[in-house]
């Protein structure tokens, strides 16, 4: 029996195929460039600001977070020591915000202050120790709140 010749794709269809796989490439391309920006407002900025800040996003979004769901913790994603929490008091979105580190000074890695919702206290999880909820004693990082009412928390403003 006869076998019929492959004949060459029609122009048509190469054409439909190249333009497909070259918007394919683009929207790729497109995702991986944009991806810091499709993540969401928080980052980490050192570009044109004396030292590093963490935009931690909308003031008004973030009070309703930790009302509901106690102060927020932010790992230290660089693997170093400076977890952080940040908490809210009193009425006011525009204040009464406090970013503090989560290890008391000299504290060794596994020690470290929790909140604690029934006395509204952070707690040492080695000492016992109790702190108020701005933190009182553990080191204070400087935090700012925008026009746009977007807080900034500068990352090496560590004091005591």
């Not at 391309?29 to 499709?38: A, K, R, T």
């Not at 120790?129 to 009412?149: C, F, H, I, K, N």
Request: hydrophobic share 40%; with cysteine; aromatic share 6%.
């Amino acid at each position: 029996m006869p076998v019929a010749k492959n004949s060459p794709p029609p122009i048509r269809q190469v054409a439909v195929l190249g333009l497909g796989l070259l918007a394919t490439a683009a929207t790729v391309f497109f995702l991986v460039s944009q991806s810091g920006e499709l993540a969401g407002p928080n980052n980490i900025t050192l570009g044109d600001s004396p030292e590093p800040v963490f935009q931690a996003g909308n003031v008004s979004r973030l009070a309703d977070d930790i009302a509901s769901h106690g102060p927020l913790l932010l790992s230290d994603l660089a693997g170093g020591d400076r977890d952080i929490f940040l908490n809210h008091v009193g009425p006011d979105t525009a204040s009464g915000w406090h970013a503090f580190l989560v290890r008391p000074p000299e504290a060794p890695r596994d020690c470290y202050v929790q909140w604690d919702p029934p006395s509204s206290l952070f707690k040492d999880n080695c000492t016992d120790t109790t702190y108020p909820p701005d933190g009182g004693d553990l080191p204070s990082l400087a935090v700012s709140v925008d026009a746009q009412g977007n807080l900034t928390i500068m990352l090496d403003s560590a004091t005591q």
